[in-house]
């Protein structure tokens, strides 16, 4: 496998993952206050592993967390239009939690690793 395709393979999956579930009009767990916490947290924990696997692909963490950002940014827009869905700045500032937190500790364990 070429070296662009094992580093970018990861990031399109992944991608299609997070646009795959955003297609699914109810995510809801039917666990009342809960179900929001734990939506917020896969919200974050996804982009975390977008953000890690854009810095692998990229080797350089602004370029990796604007692209995430930007992908956060489309998500909420397609969830505008499923029904059931709706698109929220809440969101997108949720996910750019995650991608920060993805890059910085991928980009601090390859720097750590080179050191």
Do not use: C, N
């Amino acid at each position: 496998m070429t070296r662009v395709l094992s580093a970018w393979l990861p990031v399109v999956a992944w991608a299609a993952l997070i646009f795959t579930l955003s297609s699914i009009p109810d995510l809801g767990t039917g666990l009342g206050g809960w179900d929001l916490v734990l939506r917020k947290i896969a919200h974050a924990a996804e982009y975390a592993v977008l953000g890690a696997l854009l810095v692998r692909a990229l080797g350089r963490e602004l370029p990796a967390a604007a692209i995430g950002i930007a992908y956060a940014v489309t998500d909420e827009v397609h969830q505008a239009f499923v029904p059931g869905r709706q698109g929220a700045v809440l969101d997108v500032l949720v996910d750019t939690a995650g991608v920060v937190v993805g890059v910085y500790v991928l980009g601090r364990a390859t720097r750590r690793a080179v050191a």
